[in-house]
């Protein structure tokens, strides 16, 4: 069963993960480079369907890349699937 703590800290990554993903909505390929979001309070990253990053701020091994909330000793982390888009993530990356 999930404490307080644990389910206030699910809250806040699912915010933060909206807002990285509104970043890559509101990118215009006209711009001259993508800048990925980041935050002070935690670390975020993108990977291809493999699981392979394609770009990240992660500097800690993940066990699991299955959708969902994970508490792992002192760490918690959220994988989420971006939406479908016309454009790839390796198009606003490079």
Known sequence: MKNIHSIQNELFLKEKSLLVVKAMEEFNQDDEYFEYPRFKTFQSGLYDEGFHPIFTLIDTP?????????????????????????????????
């Open 62 to 94: 993940i066990n699991y890349f299955k959708e969902g909330y994970y508490l792992e000793g002192n760490n918690a982390y959220l994988i989420v699937t971006l939406p479908k888009r016309d454009i790839s993530v390796r198009d606003i990356l490079c």
